[in-house]
């Protein structure tokens, strides 16, 4: 069982940054891997990017590829996404979210998720 809390979203201006975190539960953090998903209002859920348990492989979705960073600290059970060089169309929910070992792209085979942080970009 993991639980995951999301932090760190806010209103920021086009072309600013943002640094959200996902804190974890439980002593096997370092087994799961971990993604991050987001959802702007009307519509559906949209992968964002995804590290392995080990954090040496990452996938990003190509609308948000050089512009985030996705990063995990497990001796601190946590997750990171750098956001840089926001757009609007960036505005959004964004919940991370964890599966045993293997990342995914899609969300339907993560078991495990955070509440959700809001992340606002004003033109």
């Known amino acids: 069982q993991v639980q995951l809390v999301e932090s760190g979203g806010g209103l920021v201006q086009a072309g600013g940054s943002l640094r959200l975190s996902c804190a974890a539960s439980?002593?096997?953090?370092?087994?799961?891997?971990m993604g991050w998903f987001r959802q702007a209002p009307g519509k559906a859920r949209e992968f964002v990017a995804a590290?392995?348990?080990?954090?040496?492989?990452?996938y990003y979705a190509d609308s948000v590829k050089g512009r985030f960073t996705i990063s995990r600290d497990n001796a601190k059970n946590t997750m990171y996404l750098q956001l840089n060089s926001l757009k609007p169309e960036d505005t959004a929910v964004y919940y991370c979210?964890?599966?045993?070992?293997?990342?995914?792209?899609?969300?339907?085979?993560?078991?495990?998720w955070g509440q959700g942080t809001q992340v606002t970009v004003s033109s």
């Open positions: 979210a964890a599966r045993w070992r293997i990342y995914s792209d899609n969300g339907d085979v993560y078991p495990y």
């Open positions: 439980g002593r096997t953090f370092s087994s799961y891997a």
């Open positions: 590290i392995s348990w080990s954090g040496s492989s990452t």
